[in-house]
């Protein structure tokens, strides 16, 4: 079964209320992987947090990043999975496993295409040095992202370069232009955070992941959070090696986007800033 396949099988699902709870609620999975769960073995929060079946894609002393396939023995149905997991280390405990779902949340209510929750768990009693919380997504597509797209795009003949460059960057613009407008700032706002749901070549679209700094904000902070999320942006063209030309249009294409939810005013002093 291909990954879109297995996307499509997960439903959209209120969080928290929407889920099921295991492990007297240390555990709360979507619905439609409940029974992949279980044919995991993965009954207990101890069972997410020390499995080490798992394909570790980046591990720091607070954190590692996942990746896990989860099967359905019943249906034989499969289901790809981000596991993020946490642990202390002389710090207080953070609940980030629950921040980044409730991040997730704001921007489903609000509109904004971003991944999909698979479950988070976490626990009370936590030791230093121990893990205590995880939080896991559903993949998007087939896990690629905008920046990796745009790279393909930008090796490509001119007049298709910029067809497709402008198509792609569009879309980015427009996910982002709906998560300002709900006054939700990643804060950590790559392309690289832009995962392509669909590659097709005329209307390209994606999902917004990595939202465990999303922050609902207003007034300066909310100003300088935004600048902040464009100027990111921008940092990840320069990398593709975009040139000012490029980066200059998009800005155009995001602001032009923009217009019909804020004031010219507020427009007027992004742009200055």
């Not at 609000?110 to 698979?118: L, P, Q």
Request: charged share 25%; hydrophobic share 40%; aromatic share 6%.
């Amino acid at each position: 079964m291909n990954n879109e396949l297995a996307m499509s099988t997960i439903s959209e699902t209120v969080w928290p209320d929407g889920f099921v709870k295991l492990d007297e609620g240390r555990l709360q999975v979507h619905p439609d992987l409940v029974s992949h769960f279980r044919a995991r073995g993965w009954n207990y929060l101890d069972n997410v947090l020390r499995d080490s079946d798992v394909s570790v894609t980046e591990e720091r002393d607070i954190r590692d990043n996942c990746t896990v396939t989860l099967r359905n023995e019943e249906s034989a149905d499969q289901v790809r999975v981000y596991l993020k997991r946490h642990r202390d280390q002389g710090r207080p405990h953070a609940h980030e496993a629950h921040a980044e779902a409730d991040a997730v949340e704001r921007c489903r209510k609000a509109g904004v295409a971003c991944m999909k929750i698979a479950a988070v768990g976490s626990r009370a009693d936590v030791k230093d040095g121990n893990w205590h919380s995880f939080f896991m997504s559903v993949e998007v597509g087939a896990g690629k992202s905008a920046y990796d797209l745009a790279a393909e795009i930008c090796s490509l003949p001119a007049g298709d370069r910029e067809r497709e460059l402008t198509s792609l960057l569009s879309e980015v613009a427009s996910v982002l232009v709906q998560l300002h407008h709900a006054r939700l700032f990643h804060r950590d706002c790559y392309l690289q955070h832009f995962i392509l749901e669909s590659s097709d070549d005329a209307k390209p679209s994606v999902r917004l992941i990595d939202l465990q700094g999303t922050r609902k904000l207003t007034g300066s902070k909310a100003v300088y959070a935004q600048i902040k999320d464009l100027e990111h942006l921008a940092h990840s063209m320069r990398g593709l090696g975009l040139s000012n030309v490029e980066i200059q249009l998009w800005y155009q294409t995001y602001f032009g986007q923009l217009a019909g939810h804020q004031s010219s005013a507020t427009i007027g002093l992004l742009i200055r800033n």
